[in-house]
């Protein structure tokens, strides 16, 4: 296990040198001047110049990449325009926010689909299966900006039963999860329900029938494990949508995360801290990714037996 | 035996509708989407305005219809546009195998290695707010999915005997890729590419949104959900209209994607 995990680490250099050079380029080859976005057009040449300096754009773009690459080496993110203070603290202030609001989508994803998995899965092409994957699609179509919004309406100012908005203790946190998690919850309950029914036919399910397990308890004991792997690796994939997700869910709600740094970030025109926070959450997906490589690896021995 | 989906038939009609209304309905609906009357501000539905008035007295069915034509305009475009230049890299990288095969894909990696929306934000905040910077940030996005399964369809239909007896009637690639692959890799597209519309349409409304989209006074979906969001305890109608209607657009492509899918499967 050790060693795959030391082979995935490794393979992971490419891939991060590689999101923090598309990174770079995003802020510093695409067309248009930040300096003057970020002084208005109003502003006067010399000031233009002194801002140039001071966030080093007037160096050759080389320098530039391996300032970035020096600077990321070490932590260093530089430093915030609007919020005069270096760009890795503020991101490690609000960055927790961000995890907390992730994970608590995660969870509600999770709590969502197996049940309705499952009832599909169990009874393919029957009353309970069509409802199931009805409720599925309606997860996969509604959007995060208006089901906010709709949860808002129903539980804090109608039943005032939920805060509206901010953070603060699980009450805070229920209706922000609900909105990142329930489209991802549709995703995984029809992947589970697909591939359950891959499962049913297999030998070992006849095997386990055969010897005199129920039907249910065979699909859970067996067929469930199985059916697995495809759900983690659309966790995986999924995780992005679930960290992007994040950024619209944290606007809705006045959630202090990452999220809406980033979009404060980019009113204010306060490049460094863009910069800091597209490569944060660009990161945070790759780790991700890693983390469903093992997961993966845990479930199936044969993946980390054979992968090269 | 052929085997109808009920997903293919509404998904279908559900698309068939946002069609017409999208292309038609800013004929029927001739009202000023822009139009002002501080008097009517905040009135809900009425016989007039049949989906009430937002903020400033500005008929919210007139702007659903108009942003339903921005809506779908913008999912057509960048749809096609995905679909245009990641069957090109995806089927260039394919045909030419081996060391441009790689490294092409090492690139769509790289960029795959980014959640597409972030690198829609990114762009679409350094490009700034309008219609042509938002269309090539949701490209940006989109492309990749299109590079890859052109390329694996690619991989796996060159060894065909079709496809050795055209190479060796001297099809150059490009005459290989347009007329005798891209026909087999027609059903796989066309079912990526009804998904990839209804996340085109959601993604366009959350940039907008995010007030990263299409900038007011042009409605669209997405910006008159946010200038809804404040009066969601007096004229809840403000946000819902525009929700249901993202909501229904993206249905119906997923309905249809499911459709395709079936119908594909059912061919083979």
Redesign the interface.
């Known amino acids: 296990m050790i060693d795959y995990l030391l082979r995935r680490l490794l393979g992971l250099i490419?891939?991060v040198l590689?999101?923090a050079?598309?990174?770079f380029m995003?802020?510093h080859l695409?067309?248009?001047d930040?300096v003057v976005?970020m002084l208005g057009d109003s502003a006067q040449p010399a000031d233009i110049v002194a801002m140039r300096h001071q966030l080093g754009l007037d160096q050759p773009l080389v320098t530039q990449y391996g300032a970035f690459l020096g600077g990321l080496v070490r932590g260093d993110l530089g430093e915030s325009i609007t919020m005069r203070a270096p760009v890795r603290r503020v991101i490690a202030e609000r960055y927790p926010a961000t995890l907390e609001l992730a994970a608590a989508g995660l969870f509600v994803a999770v709590l969502i689909a197996f049940p309705l998995g499952l009832i599909a899965g169990a009874n393919p092409g029957g009353i309970t299966d069509a409802s199931a994957m009805g409720v599925a699609?309606?997860g996969?179509?509604?959007?995060?900006?208006?089901l906010g919004?709709?949860l808002?309406?129903v539980f804090s100012?109608e039943l005032r039963s939920l805060p509206l908005t901010g953070r603060g203790g699980i009450a805070h946190l229920v209706l922000p999860a609900i909105t990142l998690g329930f489209s991802m919850a549709a995703i995984l309950a029809r992947m589970l329900r697909q591939s359950l029914l891959g499962a049913r036919h297999a030998e070992y399910m006849r095997t386990a029938i055969g010897k005199g397990l129920s039907p249910v308890a065979a699909l859970i004991r067996h067929a469930l494990r199985n059916a697995l792997m495809p759900v983690i690796t659309l966790l995986g994939l999924e995780a992005?949508?679930l960290?992007?997700?994040s950024?619209?869910v944290e606007?809705?709600f006045s959630w202090p995360g990452l999220g809406r740094l980033?979009?404060t970030a980019?009113?204010n025109r306060d490049y460094p801290l863009?910069e800091g926070c597209?490569l944060t959450?660009?990161l945070s997906?790759?780790v991700v990714?890693l983390i469903t490589d093992l997961a993966y690896g845990t479930v199936d021995p044969r993946v980390r037996l054979t992968s090269r | 035996m052929r085997h109808r989906s009920p997903s293919l038939l509404i998904g279908a009609a559900i698309v068939t509708t946002l069609a017409l209304l999208a292309t038609l309905g800013p004929i029927v609906v001739h009202t000023d989407p822009l139009a002002i009357d501080l008097q009517q501000a905040l009135h809900g539905p009425s016989r007039e305005h049949w989906l009430g008035c937002d903020s400033i007295g500005r008929d919210v069915l007139t702007r659903i219809v108009r942003g339903a034509r921005l809506s779908v305009t913008v999912a057509a475009i960048v749809v096609a546009s995905s679909l245009i230049v990641g069957s090109l890299i995806g089927g260039a990288a394919g045909l030419a195998g081996g060391r441009i095969d790689g490294f092409i894909m090492r690139l769509v990696d790289i960029v795959m290695a980014f959640p597409g929306f972030l690198l829609a934000i990114a762009l679409a905040a350094i490009l700034g707010p309008g219609l042509r910077d938002l269309l090539i940030a949701l490209t940006a996005m989109g492309w990749t999915g299109y590079a890859r399964l052109v390329r694996g369809e690619v991989l796996s239909l060159r060894e065909r005997e079709y496809v050795a007896a055209a190479r060796a009637l001297g099809a150059s690639g490009w005459r290989l890729l347009l007329r005798h692959l891209m026909p087999s890799i027609v059903g796989p597209l066309a079912v990526r590419a009804s998904f990839g519309i209804s996340s085109i349409i959601v993604a366009e409304a959350a940039l907008s949104f995010l007030g990263l989209g299409v900038p007011p006074p042009t409605p669209s979906w997405g910006n008159m959900l946010q200038a809804g969001q404040p009066f969601l305890l007096i004229a809840p109608y403000l946000t819902m209209a525009p929700g249901i209607a993202i909501g229904l657009a993206a249905l119906g492509f997923n309905l249809l994607g499911d459709g395709l899918v079936v119908l594909n499967s059912n061919r083979q």
């Open positions: 490419p891939v590689g999101v050079t598309l990174t995003l802020i695409v067309p248009g930040p976005a699609v309606l996969i179509s509604i959007p995060h900006i208006y919004p709709l808002m309406i100012l992005g949508a960290l992007t997700g950024i619209i606007t809705i980033m979009i980019i009113n863009v597209v959450f660009a997906y790759v990714n």
